[in-house]
DNA sequence: AACATTTTTTCGACTGTCGAGAAAATTAAT
DNA sequence: ATTAATTTTCTCGACAGTCGAAAAAATGTT
């Protein structure tokens, strides 16, 4: 059923239009507020006079003159409005930001992972206390963190923060909510670190571009396992995004075993443990380990690049599921460029043509042309960054909504 | 870039909620409107005075009183405010109807395509001499039809309504735009035909069970060729649909020949020339003749539920080909209802095991329950009514930015 | 100190929605 | 027939929001 527009909303979208300036122009005087808005001066005054009373923008008295005329004074968000925690779980360590309402960095810790650990209540205590942790040192009340925002590999549910299924834990599931609900009364979020990566470079291009015209942008992460996100600007310019199983997605239905229990998923051939058990004609009813260094694939990506034909065929292999499993979606959602991140793209000489062959066998790419492909080796950098710009503007919307209330006192 | 929000914008979409309100109850009255849309009953009124003077809405005098008080008046859309044409081209024949702006269908005529026709600028002639026909006939001005919406089987190209792959002509584009233009000024679209047919039988469920829960919904549509329809119901509560190239998916790179030029598409192995090229044990790098008759592929049903392995074969394959495409697509958008149409629904006892098996064979829907599946067998309306709909929807937009424009005057 | 220039705020006009009461149109009762 | 009751629709004044233009503010220049 479709909204009523009242003068109500009408506010809270203009709200919403400041905040968002802000959020992208970081520092912004009155007047380029009202061009990048569009809305007239007048609108922009009341609104930030507003903002301002709320505490939640600082006006900055700005002192170099550039000429002559009244000088412009710059507003920014008031960073001490709200902190939001942003967790990043990954196979090897698990990393804690705290992060201000401006978005810059307050504190880091990250805690290794002890090898083979896989009794998932040892990891949540050991993670709820890490986060008391960061809680404490911050020296802030609990209240003062709105948002704990993590990401892992893996399936996310959709609607709670919870941990369906995981290449660790496999079908022991987890529900961060429950976990810390305990320790902090902070809104939990949980997201597949592959949707933040994939967000942060769609949002980099839009930035760079002034709205990406593609519209979508799909990004691999190639490692251990396989991730996929997908970013699409929507109509009104903001863009989401979405990560579906595309590791688990069914490549050869005689395939090799994989760790989710079925049998040729993408992952069990192109996963870092597919290539293993290629190059080393492992068994197709046993799953190599859990945890292979990654010393072991670059030793068979030295063999390839040597020649050993097990080897090459390895990648070969590998890059076959891959393209091919791109190539089926972009069938079903289109032509789009692809990003590619995570340890695995140090070995894409060894799968590109394969890769590239599986993704050209697709009617529409056949008809137009090859999609852009670009790497992208700062996948740890592009996750945190996702999350938190996607945090942010969550408590953004959350603010807008919440005028006259009495929430957002700190200062 | 998101939009500033503008006391224009808010009546406009409170304009949209009325017609909106209207296209989805019929006849309405003033206080039945005020309810449904939550808008004010004084703002019902200006809204529906203003659209009144416009032309496009009627007041229905008279109205059975039932009890005492001031009867209600009921509004309506103007029929004759616009028309649309509604063009639907299946293999056999292209139906031509003639719908007024409420949605009643004025007119309607089939004309049976010669089997076997395979040159385009024929058959495009032909399509451009019946729509005139159809304008003729109804002794409208040209301009008074504000839309042609024509429906096919085949790739469609975004933004104009240019078809780009079809069974048929294969390579063999066509703009309808560019063939249209000479005879009329209106605004002319192409679909693909299982697009509507998923849109229309998401509204049915929508309209049943008030939003229906799931957001998604997958129409998979089972004949010569192999369709696919997608309609999600947005966070607004409007339903999108699109139509991804389904049929030419890749199901198995080592495949048989599709008419696409590719090997192994679904429809290569799933539409009933690949049923047929299974069954009698065609040599995979030959495309079966374009036109089979029905009544082949129902011999082939026949000895194949009579115990004749290879038949019984040809749609276990099939089935093989759809269950673990449908299986790819619910990985990557997630568990959806799935409902079938077309005349390969006669056949599903012979393909659901496969089928099944294919979707089965999913993470998530490992993790929980079989989507449901249902069947569809009156294609040919569902196609017409969502593209009536979509179109009338269509029209509703344009004219509620057209406030004041002179452009709906016909009454 | 007066003037020029640029930025920000303020003010009045305009558009839109809403609530409440007035007006309209009908049935039921007298 | 007239009046009362009832229900629906319209109208009016209040309020919220945006906008353009003019005023005010803050600084540099002469």
Not at 174 to 184: A, Q, S, T, V
Not at 299 to 310: L, M, P, S, T
Request: net charge neutral.
């Amino acid at each position: 059923m479709l909204m009523k527009a009242s003068t109500e909303n009408l506010r809270k979208q203009n709200r919403g239009l400041i905040l968002s300036a802000l959020r992208r122009l970081g520092s912004v005087s009155h007047t380029e507020l009202s061009q990048w808005t569009s809305l007239s001066s007048a609108t922009v005054s009341t609104i930030t006079t507003e903002l301002e009373k709320e505490g939640i923008l600082l006006r900055e008295e700005q002192a170099p003159s550039a000429g002559r005329g009244r000088p412009r004074v710059k507003f920014r968000q008031n960073p001490n409005c709200a902190f939001v925690a942003i967790v990043r779980i990954t196979s090897e360590m698990v990393q804690y930001s705290l992060v201000d309402y401006a978005g810059t960095l307050k504190d880091r810790f990250e805690e290794k992972r002890p090898p083979a650990e896989t009794d998932i209540d040892t990891f949540s205590n050991r993670l709820k206390n890490d986060i008391q942790r960061l809680i404490e040192r911050s020296e802030l009340q609990p209240e003062q963190i709105l948002t704990v925002s993590i990401t892992t590999k893996g399936l996310v549910a959709s609607g709670k923060p919870e941990l369906l299924w995981s290449p660790v834990f496999e079908d022991k599931t987890m529900n961060f909510e429950d976990l810390l609900r305990p320790i902090l009364p902070a809104q939990i979020r949980l997201t597949n670190d592959t949707q933040f990566a994939a967000q942060s470079i769609a949002e980099q291009r839009a930035a760079k571009l002034g709205g990406f015209s593609n519209r979508k942008l799909a990004t691999l992460s190639l490692s251990h396992s396989i991730g996929l996100g997908i970013a699409t600007e929507e109509a009104n310019g903001k863009i989401s995004s979405f990560a579906p199983p595309f590791g688990h997605m069914m490549h050869d239905p005689n395939g090799p075993l994989c760790r989710c229990g079925a049998h040729g998923c993408i992952e069990s051939i192109a996963g870092f443990y597919g290539i293993l058990r290629t190059a080393f004609e492992v068994d197709d009813d046993v799953v190599p380990a859990k945890f292979i260094p990654l010393k072991e694939i670059e030793n068979i990506a030295v063999r390839a690049r040597n020649g050993d034909h097990q080897s090459e065929y390895a990648f070969r292999k590998a890059g076959e599921a891959l393209g091919i499993g791109l190539g089926r979606l972009l069938t079903l959602l289109g032509p789009m460029p692809i990003a590619i991140t995570g340890h695995g793209t140090l070995f894409y000489d060894l799968m590109q043509t394969s890769i590239l062959e599986g993704i050209q066998n697709t009617l529409q790419v056949r008809r137009n042309k090859m999609p852009e492909v670009s790497f992208h080796t700062d996948e740890g950098h592009l996750i945190f960054n996702g999350n938190v710009q996607s945090c942010l503007s969550d408590l953004d919307s959350n603010i807008i909504s919440e005028q006259n209330g009495t929430k957002w006192k700190f200062n």
